[in-house]
């Protein structure tokens, strides 16, 4: 075998011989050594550097496997070099399921162990039971059209397939490639649950997810109830403890405030008290001036009476003006002969031209 993991050897009987190669990944690499006796399958090529005729190695099974072993691992590598076994296209199965679809035998003890883990495990699931025969030549075709009528009819979120244990004659109708490319075609989720542990079938290969056995498969499609209650549990305790510690920040903030408030709001009794003394004294204050200015309006009357003509008037004086003008006349040295003049005496007005005047 190369750094590279590709095998040359060489095959030969009594009679014969001839050179193999085999490259990394094939079919049944492991189980070359010395002396064993095998059976191969491949294909002849003629490699013309060295003018030799080797035989390109690509399945290779213990002698004595029989037929279908090699069946098993032509059509295994033939798939798998389509892409049928890609775990990239593989899709995941969903959380929390609704309905399964369950194709097996009716008559088996698979129903049984089925449902019992799922009663245990999410008994809220639906289990749509697709009656199927699981052996013999007829049973490829009933799992087929299960599996058509889950994908067309039904609203099954995941698909169960699953058969007891059995020889690989018991188990060939799950190595047939119609229900490999049903199970590729499926838009549904498949998980297989075929024969026991050690049992490997290419239905295994295609399927989304394999399971051990059907009670394996059963788990894999469901969540686990008691492992459910215990998460709501722990995730209700967090809650709980997130509010608590909400309401005490809260309730800190909340006094903090008051504090604060209690602090910096003024002593509103005071304040009262002070307005109630500004208040009086603006009181005696105003008093005081509305008195000083009634004094001086009494004063400021009495200035106007002595200042008022008809005051003057009433004393017998008499004011004089030049007629058609509001000059008084006071000195005589403005009088000047012939000028009409008005005499203005308390009840009237006398006419009069000016005659003689002297000083």
Same mark, same amino acid.
């Given at each position: 075998?190369?750094?590279?993991?590709?095998?040359?050897?060489?095959?030969k009987d009594?009679?014969?011989?001839?050179?193999?190669v085999?490259?990394?990944?094939?079919?049944?690499l492991?189980?070359?050594?010395n002396?064993?006796?095998?059976?191969? &399958?491949?294909r002849?090529?003629?490699?013309?550097t060295s003018g030799?005729?080797?035989?390109?190695?690509?399945?290779?099974?213990?002698?004595?496997?029989?037929?279908?072993?090699?069946?098993?691992?032509?059509?295994?590598?033939?798939?798998d070099n389509?892409?049928l076994?890609?775990q990239?296209?593989?899709?995941?199965?969903?959380?929390?399921?609704r309905?399964?679809?369950l194709?097996?035998?009716?008559?088996?003890?698979?129903?049984?162990?089925?449902?019992?883990?799922?009663?245990r495990?999410?008994?809220?699931?639906?289990?749509?039971?697709?009656p199927?025969?699981?052996?013999?030549?007829?049973?490829?075709?009933d799992?087929?059209?299960?599996?058509k009528?889950l994908n067309?009819?039904?609203?099954?979120?995941?698909?169960?397939?699953a058969?007891?244990g059995?020889?690989?004659?018991?188990?060939s109708a799950?190595?047939?490639?119609?229900l490999?490319?049903?199970?590729?075609?499926?838009?549904?989720?498949?998980?297989?649950?075929?024969?026991?542990e050690?049992?490997f079938?290419?239905?295994?290969?295609v399927a989304?997810?394999?399971?051990?056995?059907?009670?394996?498969?059963a788990?894999l499609?469901?969540?686990d109830?008691?492992?459910?209650?215990?998460?709501?549990?722990?995730?209700?305790?967090?809650?709980?403890?997130?509010?608590?510690?909400?309401m005490?920040?809260?309730?800190?903030?909340?006094?903090?405030a008051?504090?604060?408030?209690?602090y910096?709001?003024?002593?509103?009794a005071?304040?009262?008290i002070?307005?109630?003394e500004?208040?009086?004294?603006?009181?005696t204050?105003?008093?005081h001036?509305?008195?000083?200015?009634?004094?001086?309006?009494?004063?400021?009357?009495?200035?106007? *009476?002595?200042?008022?003509p008809?005051?003057?008037?009433?004393?017998?004086?008499a004011?004089?003006?030049?007629?058609?003008t509001?000059?008084?006349?006071?000195?005589?040295k403005?009088?000047? &002969?012939?000028?009409?003049i008005?005499?203005?005496?308390? *009840?009237?007005?006398i006419?009069?031209i000016v005659?003689?005047?002297?000083?």
């Open positions: 075998i190369s750094t590279a993991g590709h095998a040359y050897f060489t095959l009594p009679h014969s011989q001839i050179k193999c085999m490259f990394a990944r094939s079919t049944g492991n189980i070359l050594e002396g064993r006796s095998v059976t191969s &399958h491949g002849m090529s003629f490699y013309e030799s005729l080797d035989l390109l190695v690509n399945i290779i099974i213990s002698e004595g496997s029989g037929p279908l072993a090699m069946e098993f691992e032509k059509l295994k590598y033939n798939l389509e892409g076994f890609e990239s296209r593989k899709r995941h199965l969903p959380k929390f399921p309905t399964i679809g194709i097996t035998s009716p008559s088996g003890s698979v129903i049984h162990d089925v449902t019992t883990v799922l009663n495990r999410y008994p809220v699931v639906k289990v749509i039971l697709m199927s025969m699981v052996q013999g030549k007829e049973a490829a075709p799992v087929i059209r299960s599996i009528i067309n009819e039904t609203k099954a979120d995941v698909i169960i397939i058969r007891g059995g020889s690989l004659e018991d188990l799950f190595n047939e490639e119609s490999a490319r049903a199970i590729y075609t499926s838009r549904i989720p498949i998980i297989s649950g075929i024969g026991h050690t049992d079938t290419i239905a295994d290969f989304d997810v394999r399971a051990p056995t059907p009670s394996a498969a788990e499609a469901t969540p109830r008691s492992a459910l209650t215990s998460e709501i549990l722990s995730k209700i305790d967090h809650i709980n403890r997130v509010m608590i510690n909400q005490s920040d809260l309730h800190y903030k909340i006094e903090r008051k504090s604060t408030l209690e910096r709001v003024p002593d509103v005071s304040y009262i002070r307005v109630d500004v208040a009086s004294r603006l009181g204050g105003t008093d001036l509305l008195l000083s200015l009634n004094q001086k309006i009494a004063s400021l009357h009495k200035q106007i *009476d002595t200042l008022n008809i005051s003057t008037l009433q004393r017998g004086y004011v004089i003006q030049k007629r058609g509001s000059k008084v006349l006071s000195e005589t403005q009088f000047v &002969h012939g000028d009409e008005d005499i203005a005496i308390l *009840d009237g007005t006419e009069a005659g003689n005047s002297r000083s």
